[in-house]
């Protein structure tokens, strides 16, 4: 192939898209950061007295409460990093962080 035919394959300058700017307000929603989740945290319903302070100190607004009660995780958005466990009251503890192969149903071999 010659480099005249070579070069018209490449995009020039021209056509690559600018870099620095956000193109598309709002994409921040496509991006399941809980894709590269390490640890998962499990959450104990019956410890749970709904003090809210997971909720309150999760950095990806993934703890999810409805009415003042937590209901659960936003696993799609959980980065795992156990702010809500260490938040959790000592007493309660009703946050464990477990590893994500661990939560699995078919661990993912070594
Ligand atoms: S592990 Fe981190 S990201 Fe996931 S729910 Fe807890 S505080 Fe939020
Ligand atoms: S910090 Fe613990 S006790 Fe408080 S709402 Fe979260 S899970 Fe429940």
Excluded: H, Q
């Excluded at 956000?22 to 019956?46: C, F, Q, S």
């Amino acid at each position: 192939m010659t480099s005249k035919a070579k070069s018209k394959e490449r995009p020039g300058w021209k056509d690559l898209p600018s870099g620095g700017f956000i193109l598309e307000p709002g994409n921040a929603t496509k991006y399941l950061t809980g894709d590269w989740r390490l640890m998962r945290p499990v959450w104990d319903a019956e410890r749970c007295i709904d003090c809210l302070l997971c909720w309150l100190f999760c950095p990806d607004g993934a703890v999810l409460a409805e009415g003042g009660k937590i209901i659960g995780f936003d696993y799609d958005y959980c980065k795992g990093c156990g702010i809500c466990a260490k938040e959790c009251p000592p007493k309660v503890d009703a946050i464990k962080m477990i590893r994500e192969d661990e939560a699995l149903e078919e661990p993912l071999s070594a």
